[in-house]
T-cell receptor
Framework: DAGVIQSPRHEVTEMGQEVTLRCKPI?????LFWYRQTMMRGLELLIY????????DSGMPEDRFSAKMPNASFSTLKIQPSEPRDSAVYFC??????????????FGEGSWLTVV | GDSVTQMEGPVTLSEEAFLTINCTYT??????LFWYVQYPGEGLQLLLK?????DKGSNKGFEATYRKETTSFHLEKGSVQVSDSAVYFC???????????FGQGTRLTINP
């Protein structure tokens, strides 16, 4: 069974450019999460979806960030315009239900973003 | 709000040493508790979990017991190996929250 698939694995872009990160969750999972990992702030939840509907986007840093889930098998996280402080590892994760009740949340391998 | 606090890292041990990584939590309800592990260059993998007080989660020689009275979920292993070198994250998911809240992570290095 394929895990959570993210692309690109690595991206280097110039400040001001648009960045789009992509995620394919595990088939049958109805929750999808976007996390960001940095040395300074650790792992932060940016947004999560249930059945393709955004449930909590309180972690999205600012209007430059947007996330969509047009269908059950695809989600994007977009940064426009990108800034050097956006450099981080962005993880997508999915779950057959929420993390509550001990159901496992499965993580992708991450998209390593560097903005120069 | 909910939060998780882990012991400061990095932690460096010799092979076959005993490991403890402390984790305490704050939650308004009765959370499920998790330990995730992140190997270099990879995503997070679930190591073990516990869903109610006094439950013990275990996997690959690691154990953690859900202690409601001390709001703790300390990770232990009796004899660590070089291959255990990784970053370990304690996390909780509170009733109805449908998301994980992570601690800051503890980097563990095991020397041969």
């Amino acid at each position: 069974d394929a895990g959570v698939i993210q692309s690109p694995r690595h991206e280097v872009t110039e400040m001001g450019q648009e960045v789009t990160l992509r995620c394919k969750p595990i088939s049958g999972h109805d929750y999808l999460f976007w996390y960001r990992q940095t040395m300074m702030r650790g792992l932060e939840l940016l947004i999560y979806f249930n059945n393709n509907v955004p449930i909590d986007d309180s972690g999205m840093p600012e209007d430059r960030f947007s996330a969509k889930m047009p269908n059950a098998s695809f989600s994007t996280l977009k940064i426009q315009p990108s800034e050097p402080r956006d450099s981080a590892v962005y993880f997508c994760a999915s779950s057959p239900s929420g993390g509550y009740s001990g159901n496992t949340i499965y993580f992708g391998e991450g998209s390593w973003l560097t903005v120069v | 709000g909910d939060s998780v606090t882990q012991m400061e890292g990095p932690v460096t041990l010799s092979e076959e040493a005993f490991l403890t990584i402390n984790c305490t939590y704050t939650a308004t309800g009765y959370p499920s508790l998790f330990w995730y592990v992140q190997y270099p260059g990879e995503g997070l993998q679930l190591l073990l979990k516990a869903t109610k007080a006094d439950d013990k989660g275990s996997n690959k020689g690691f154990e953690a017991t859900y202690r409601k009275e001390t709001t703790s979920f300390h990770l232990e292993k009796g004899s660590v190996q070089v291959s255990d070198s990784a970053v370990y994250f304690c996390a909780l998911s509170d009733r109805g929250a449908q998301k994980l809240v992570f601690g800051q992570g503890t980097r563990l290095t095991i020397n041969p």
